[in-house]
Nanobody, 126 residues
Framework: QAQLVESGGGLVQAGGSLGLSCAASGRSIGLDDMGWFRRTPGKEREFVAAITWSGGLTDYAHSVKGRFTISRDNAKNTVYLQMVTLRPEDTAVYYC???????????????????WGQGTQVTVSS
């Protein structure tokens, strides 16, 4: 079982940038599809971005497309989420997750992910 630890969250003004990292330990995530999700109080956790094990495919929620970039470094067992032009509505707890490889069709579904980090808070002030 991989343990996932997110870092890089914080407080930023609208229009600013943040970079999140998700470091895995315990086992390699090099063959896992990986995703980022977020949750705001009173709302369900929602899909943000995903990347295949090779990095060959990525996908984004419509609300973040063009502003967020997911990437990975399998040698470092780490996945990243670079966020630019942040908006107050991006405020949330961000989670990374390891998904079942070979099931890319379901990458927006949180039930496809078998290991989750504890989350990191991102707050965007207006």
């Amino acid at each position: 079982q991989a343990q996932l630890v997110e870092s890089g969250g914080g407080l930023v003004q609208a229009g600013g940038s943040l970079g999140l990292s998700c470091a895995a330990s315990g086992r390699s995530i090099g063959l896992d599809d990986m995703g980022w999700f977020r949750r705001t109080p009173g709302k369900e956790r929602e899909f943000v971005a995903a990347i295949t094990w090779s990095g060959g495919l990525t996908d984004y929620a419509h609300s973040v497309k063009g502003r967020f970039t997911i990437s990975r470094d399998n040698a470092k067992n780490t996945v990243y989420l670079q966020m630019v032009t942040l908006r107050p509505e991006d405020t949330a707890v961000y989670y990374c997750a390891a998904g079942v490889s070979g099931r890319w069709t379901y990458h927006v579904d949180e039930n496809n992910y078998w290991s989750w980090g504890q989350g990191t808070q991102v707050t965007v002030s207006s």
